[in-house]
């Protein structure tokens, strides 16, 4: 007998939140902010629109449904099921959060603050939850969201929707050698603050402001284009590293290697910098196309 769907709400802490949890009462949370010219008003409003959103999701779950709730701080020990439905409530970079630990699941992206949210990958509002978790079983309209991925040659694998970054986990030099895969030789070796490479999810954000910066003339790619952009970020020419690889493209099939030559060095996705791969002198990682896409139910 197969399971009944399960619905995975992922949600996130809000600022009000965050503020008791440091200052311990509301009292002390609202002086806090007064004494710096701000109102804890708004703070308790779209904490109060949060609220009310996750209980309007959790309320559209059929009832012969299973369910469950995860916070995004445990996301990584969360472990989600093939029959998972998963309900994104809050901002659009949640659901980036949430795609690295998926493998195929339906995504649904619910709005808790329209307006505020540019609303990329959270497009729906509360009420439409009820249809589009009947839509998300029944094969209903999604797009395949693109993926990057790092692999790292002793396999320990990370996946992100918007960008994989590559660089010192503090603010440091990186010390590396880039080249593509496949070639002869050890590549390019480099010295910079870090090494992105982005999908066209993450055209909207970190991606396009090195893109603008550098005035490329690749086109950024679509979100749901096989087509992945990358960027050295301020490389050092010296008489050690050069500086001659410093974006490009990547298509399917396509890969860029970097073998580490410092002491260590962070591979992180998403700005998830605690869940990340750490790299040692000598190991290598490739940057390419994911075979897991984000199904973002529309």
């Not at 769907?5 to 949370?29: D, I, K, M, S």
């Not at 070639?183 to 999810?201: D, F, I, K, M, R």
């Amino acid at each position: 007998m197969s399971l009944a769907p399960r619905a995975v709400v992922v949600h996130r802490r809000t600022e009000y939140e965050e503020l008791l949890a440091r200052h311990g009462t509301h009292g002390q949370a609202a002086f806090f902010l007064s004494s710096r010219g701000r109102s804890i008003d708004e703070v308790v409003r779209r904490h109060d629109r949060t609220r009310q959103a996750l209980r309007e999701v959790a309320a559209a779950v059929p009832l012969t449904w299973r369910s469950s709730r995860v916070e995004r701080a445990d996301l990584d020990r969360f472990l989600f099921a093939p029959e998972d439905v998963v309900v994104v409530v809050g901002q659009d970079g949640l659901v980036a959060n949430t795609a690295k630990y998926l493998h195929g699941q339906p995504v649904v992206g619910i709005d808790t603050d329209p307006g505020r949210n540019p609303g990329v990958l959270v497009r729906h509002r509360c009420a439409d939850a009820a249809a589009l978790l009947r839509a998300a079983t029944a094969g209903g309209r999604a797009e395949e969201l693109t993926m990057v991925e790092a692999v790292a040659d002793d396999t320990q694998r990370l996946v992100a929707l918007n960008e994989i970054y590559l660089g010192s986990p503090g603010h440091q030099t990186a010390r590396y050698r880039l080249g593509s895969e496949g070639e002869e030789g050890p590549g390019e070796a480099q010295a910079s603050s870090g090494v992105l490479v982005g999908t066209g999810t993450g055209a909207t954000g970190w991606l396009r402001s090195l893109w603008l910066e550098r005035g490329s003339l690749e086109g950024l790619p679509a979100p749901c284009d096989r087509r992945l952009l990358w960027f050295v970020r301020e490389a050092w020419p010296s008489p050690t590293t050069g500086t001659t690889r410093v974006a490009g493209e990547l298509g399917r099939g396509q890969g860029l290697r970097l073998t580490v030559e410092s002491d260590r060095i962070v591979v992180f996705g998403d700005g998830m910098e605690g869940d990340a791969l750490a790299l040692t002198w000598g190991q290598s990682v490739r940057l390419g196309i994911a075979e897991t896409s984000l199904h973002l139910v529309t």
